[in-house]
């Protein structure tokens, strides 16, 4: 499968999906860090690829998203922001608001 083809994949069949360098748990740069801490904050799952061991990726998602740096954040197939705007969302309560809407609750269906 070409490249483009699985970040396509990855992006619609994840509702929300975080490109980061490292792991939720073990972020690789401080950005990734405040990312995925505001949105583990949201209390939801999210999907996340760690960029640093996919290259593939690192190398040809800036050009899908024509968003030049990571972390990047992915809801409902769209790209949401890096670290500045999913810090500012979460700061105002927006990004909370936007998962809970994309990842409703069991029973909420």
Known sequence: MEI?????????SNVVILYMKGSPNA?????????SQAL????????????LSNPDVRANLPAYANWPTFPQLWV???????????????????LKALIDQAVP???DE
Not at 4 to 12: G, L, V
Not at 27 to 35: E, I, N
């Open 105 to 107: 609750d069991i029973g």
């Open 76 to 94: 409902n197939g769209e790209l949401i922001g890096g670290c500045d705007i999913v810090a500012e969302m979460h700061e105002k309560g927006e």
């Open 27 to 35: 972020p690789q740069c401080g950005f990734s860090m405040r990312t």
């Open 40 to 51: 583990m904050d949201c209390g939801k799952r999210f999907a996340y690829v760690d960029v």
């Open 4 to 12: 483009m083809d699985t970040i396509k994949q990855q992006i619609e």
